[in-house]
């Protein structure tokens, strides 16, 4: 994860000396060229502050996706992108661009909550309630409240994070220990 966050770091740097030129890889809304760009707009922020904000809560939702192992993480991230992007390229006004990794951090936080409930794993439990307690906060941010943010995405974000918990469930991949990166896989059976 500290790899992304500096990969994160690099693009909003090259950003800024191009003149803000990347901006143009972010989705843009209802335009059907600009739905290419769902894969490089979670890469991208609109300025230091925008990614000063969503670096915390990148490093460590990602992080506890991780730590599930590598499939389960790259599945998640890649439905929540997916997903995410979809609902900022449908719902957000036409002529907007999106771009942040906010949709990818709402959809590690839904994840992170609803695989807690799915599995009934006492671990992920723990785990989805300390990040409510902390994160739960941010659940506000699916509600049209700032015409600058994208909630579109944010929800789009939430969708694609119950849809991964859903669908690593329901392929019974519930890690049960190891390290990073080596899934140990317990199949429920009945």
């Known amino acids: 994860m500290f790899g992304w966050v500096v990969l994160l770091w690099v693009i909003e740097a090259v950003d800024v000396l191009s003149g803000n030129l990347l901006d143009n890889f972010a989705i843009h809304a209802r335009d059907p060229q600009g739905l290419a760009f769902i894969f490089t707009a979670p890469l991208l922020h609109f300025g230091w502050q925008h990614l000063i904000s969503n ?79 902390v994160y739960g906060g941010m659940i506000w941010g699916v509600l049209p409240t700032d015409s600058g943010v994208s909630w579109q995405a944010h929800l789009g974000g939430v969708v694609g994070g119950v849809v991964a918990a859903a669908v690593i469930g329901r392929r019974g991949m519930s890690t049960v220990g190891g390290r990073p990166g080596r899934e140990v896989t317990a199949r429920r059976v009945g």
């Not at 730590?67 to 907007?96: E, H």
Request: hydrophobic share 65%.
């Open 55 to 133: 670096t915390v809560p990148f490093f460590v939702l990602g992080w506890f996706v991780y730590i599930s192992g590598r499939a389960q993480w790259w599945v998640t991230t890649l439905l929540v992108v997916v997903v995410s992007g979809l609902f900022a390229w449908a719902f957000t006004p036409a002529g907007a661009y999106v771009a942040g990794a906010s949709g990818l951090i709402f959809g590690w936080f839904a994840y992170l909550v609803v695989r807690g409930i799915w599995t009934r794993d006492w671990r992920q439990i723990l785990i989805a309630v300390g990040l409510v307690a």
